[in-house]
């Protein structure tokens, strides 16, 4: 099983599980992790996701070994196929209500890296390491990272770590707005976790909502984007979470939350 999925208490605990191959995605990776993804898509009950690696690295992106034992013909066609299933999980990760919080241990490297840019929050180990890793093999990117790293970090951070594939630590990752948050090694799993579990109990729906305003901010003007927000805080008042949050402060209590 090459990936593993779990869903308790809203919390959905997401976890690469290939750790003998650094959680290398091959067509298996991929195609599993869309039928995870489905998965996410169409559970009402899960209000936030955790995203993990198993073993000693998170991701050490595509399965480069993998791809040496196809015939030359033949590898254009395999990579094309593993994206067919890659790209489609991500997207559907990202436009989930629920925050999905990356907890990343070792290193994420290509597209690795890409679903670590995806991700909503991340937290990383202190001895972490990211990089793009892609032209050092003669490839381009995949897995979202050449959508997402230029927004996060900017354009010319983007292409010098593209170009130069020069490693980040995780305090520098975390500076440049790769990382969320950096903990020690072994508060790794417990401080993820811990955040996924608050999450999970608050405004689902209020969740996508404000990440799809911040992330549609980017391709819209502002005329349009304040018409985005007009509809989308006139629908969260529509909501159950919506009308709780405003009775509680108005009533000096704490929320009760159900995600909808």
């Known amino acids: 099983m090459t990936v593993r999925l779990a869903v308790a208490d809203g919390l959905a605990r997401l976890e690469l599980n290939r750790p003998d191959a650094a959680?290398?995605?091959?067509?298996?990776?991929?195609?599993?992790?869309?039928?995870?993804?489905?998965?996410?898509?169409?559970?009402?009950?899960?209000?936030a996701v955790?995203?993990?690696?198993?073993?000693?690295r998170f991701c050490g992106g595509g399965d480069v070994p993998d791809f040496a034992s196809k015939p030359p013909a033949d590898l254009p066609g395999y990579l094309a196929e593993i994206t067919a299933h890659l790209h489609p999980a991500i997207e559907m990760l990202v436009e989930l209500d629920a925050p999905v919080i990356a907890a990343v241990q070792g290193s994420a490297a290509g597209a690795g890296l890409g679903l670590v840019l995806a991700a909503d929050v991340v937290v990383a180990a202190r001895s972490a390491k990211f990089v793009m890793a892609?032209?050092?093999?003669?490839?381009?990117p995949d897995g979202s990272s050449s959508w997402f790293l230029p927004r996060i970090?900017?354009?010319?951070?983007?292409?010098?770590?593209?170009?130069?594939n020069r490693v980040l630590l995780a305090d520098e990752a975390c500076a440049w707005?790769?990382?969320?948050?950096?903990?020690?090694d072994d508060a790794l799993l417990t401080s993820a976790a811990a955040l996924a579990t608050t999450l999970a109990a608050g405004p689902t729906a209020s969740y996508?909502?404000?990440?799809?305003?911040?992330?549609g901010a980017w391709d819209a003007t502002l005329h349009d984007h304040l018409a985005n927000e007009r509809d989308e805080i006139a629908a969260s008042g529509a909501t159950a979470d919506g009308q709780e949050g405003i009775a509680a402060f108005a009533g000096k209590r704490?929320?009760?939350?159900?995600?909808?």
């Open 50 to 56: 955790l995203l993990t690696g198993a073993g000693a």
């Open 23 to 47: 959680n290398a995605i091959n067509l298996d990776l991929a195609v599993a992790l869309e039928g995870a993804a489905l998965q996410l898509r169409d559970d009402p009950s899960v209000r």
């Open 208 to 215: 996508g909502r404000a990440a799809r305003l911040l992330r």
């Open 254 to 260: 704490p929320p009760t939350f159900t995600g909808h």
């Open 153 to 164: 970090v900017g354009q010319r951070r983007a292409l010098e770590l593209t170009l130069t």
């Open 134 to 140: 892609y032209t050092a093999i003669g490839m381009s």
């Open 177 to 184: 707005g790769i990382v969320t948050t950096v903990v020690d």
